[in-house]
């Protein structure tokens, strides 16, 4: 079963001393970055497409963030989710006419596409460098235990959106998407259960359909937020 419980926000008395620095990738104002990845001294930064030529751009920096290097990508729409491996080799989510998940083996310079599939992808993790999962459109879910050489799609509990997805337990996966869709699996998705979720607006409790848009997980336990403020923590048992 899952413990449920829901939260509306909070406030800190305390306030630490935060030290701020603009690192500019670039200088063309038609770059932009939607999600980043790291490894070492090595970051880099996927986005949305070039004003310019339509393709997806990636930002490399090789000294923490001191200096870029922006390098066009064959990939048209935008790159949404990544993961590095080491300084050198990861895997890239987009999303476009369609889906693909790409790799690179140069630290972010370039990308080769892998997997493609006709539905859009939105999020990409990894529990080890063997194990990863993507998910996306119409409740699109893929797999691979091969550290993203080869993958397969998964059943998946829903036909709406997923949005995001995240590691717990070993073995332990949880989704969120659409129309209030959270879930989980203790099987490394081989399997899914979906979470029925509720909210309480004027004394009326119904079932709830606003968007989750993104869920943490830890151990056994998870995190999911919605609208209006609204975190659900949940816990399995």
């Not at 986005?47 to 920096?61: I, M, P, R, T």
């Not at 310079?109 to 990863?132: M, W």
């Not at 004394?203 to 709830?208: F, S």
């Amino acid at each position: 079963g899952v413990t449920l419980a829901l939260g509306m926000g909070a406030t800190s008395a305390a306030h630490a001393q935060v030290r701020s620095q603009e690192l500019r990738a670039s200088e063309d104002p038609g770059e932009f970055y939607s999600a980043a990845m790291q490894k070492g001294d090595t970051y880099v930064l996927i986005g949305e497409q070039s004003l310019e030529d339509q393709k997806a751009s990636v930002a490399v920096s090789g000294d923490g963030g001191a200096t870029w290097e922006v390098h066009k990508t064959m990939a048209t729409g935008r790159l949404v989710s990544g993961y590095m491996f080491d300084e050198k080799n990861g895997l890239v989510a987009g999303a476009g006419t369609e889906g693909a998940i790409l790799k690179t083996k140069d630290g972010g310079k370039t990308l080769e596409t892998v997997y493609q599939n006709e539905d859009n992808f939105v999020d990409l993790v990894f529990s080890d460098p063997a194990n990863g999962w993507a998910v996306g459109k119409y409740g699109l879910i893929v797999g691979t235990t091969d550290g993203g050489v080869t993958w397969e799609m998964l059943a998946s509990p829903t036909e709406e959106d997923l949005w995001d997805i995240d590691v717990g337990a070993p073995g332990t996966l949880w989704i969120s998407g659409d129309q209030g869709v959270v879930g989980y699996s203790t099987d490394a998705g081989a399997s899914w259960v979906l979470v029925g979720l509720q909210m309480t607006i004027f004394e009326t409790t119904k079932a709830l359909t606003k968007p989750m848009r993104g869920i943490v997980a830890d151990g056994a336990k998870a995190w999911a937020s919605t609208e209006w403020g609204r975190v659900y923590y949940l816990e399995l048992e």
